[in-house]
């Protein structure tokens, strides 16, 4: 667990306040950490959830090749201006889901975004994984765009921005004796660049040259920043 206290802040006013805009937190690294807010007030808060993972299938044999290529989901933010007590604050920054591919019968084994929340201030998902493989039938299915899970209404004093993620998109490249590429782009979410879906291609071989070929686009974690905009 990282910690974020006081001494670690902007400096202070001679009153000793915080002064106004100061960035009290701020990390688009996947992780747990713990914030220290010292003054009561207003603080902006920024939480987006990490992108979903891509998945990707190819493969090839003497009667066809088939090849899918789906984009993971981004993940939802939260932007808004909370009325907080100084305390500390349990943060968790989602991280991005894994990509993954399949060069054989069976589903890529792809991952969620994680989950972005700000102690019990709001709490957002990350984008669904993007699911690509090959059985009867054929997967295929772009990752659902994160939802926002909650945020303290009762704390909330205005909203910049509450929205769910961008759902992924799929692609598919099926025929009988030729080789074939399909691929998906990046999905973005609604904080960019944070908290984007990734994407990828899928290279299906005919008959002979059966190797799969795969390539990914990555998106991107969650994020989370912490302003002070002061008392009132």
Known sequence: MKIFSKQLLMASTD???IPKGTVIFESATAGMYSVDLSE???YEIIAVGGGGGA???AIGGQQYTIAVAA???SGAVV?????????TQSVIVGALGTSATMAAAGVAASTAGGSTSVGLLCSVNGGGR?????GNPVTQEGGAGGTVASYDS???????KISSGTAGTYNRWWTGNKDGTVSVSTVASPYPPYGAGSGGSATTRYYRNTVAGFSHSYGSAGYVKIIYQGKS
């Open 71 to 73: 984009s993971g989901g």
């Open 154 to 160: 009762s704390a909330l004093t205005s909203s910049i």
């Open 40 to 42: 009561d007030g207003l």
């Open 79 to 87: 932007h808004g201006i909370f009325k907080v007590n100084a305390g």
């Open 55 to 57: 998945g990707l299938m």
């Open 130 to 134: 993007g699911l690509a493989g090959f």
């Open 15 to 17: 009153a000793g306040g």
